[in-house]
């Protein structure tokens, strides 16, 4: 638990700790990123090929978001499916 919210750097919340993010250091700290990574752009821009990571603060943080339910396919259709994707 210890590991999970407080060193593990989650990617839904734009790679801080669930600890940074409830104590609100995660503001400065992808203010900070945000600056650095437009530093190392201006340093080598030939690095770069688009912009830079978007370092946004992640607003809406879902535990367990709902996900859209399809209707089950029937053999054939995953068949099919399994067909495309190979």
């Known amino acids: 638990m210890h590991w999970y919210n407080e060193e593990h750097r989650h990617s839904a919340i734009q790679f801080v700790t669930p600890a940074?993010?409830?104590a609100g250091l995660d503001v400065e700290l992808l203010i900070r990123r945000a600056?650095?990574?437009e530093a190392a752009k201006a340093r080598n821009p030939n690095r770069w090929s688009s912009a830079t990571r978007n370092w946004d603060r992640t607003?809406?943080?879902d535990l367990?978001?709902?996900k859209t339910t399809k209707?089950?396919?029937n053999r054939e259709?995953?068949?099919q499916?399994?067909?495309l994707a190979a």
Do not use: I
Request: overall charge negative.
């Open 20 to 22: 940074e993010r409830h």
């Open 59 to 61: 607003n809406v943080v």
């Open 35 to 37: 600056e650095l990574y």
């Open 71 to 73: 209707e089950p396919l």
């Open 77 to 79: 259709e995953v068949y």
């Open 81 to 83: 499916e399994l067909k």
């Open 64 to 66: 367990n978001p709902d």
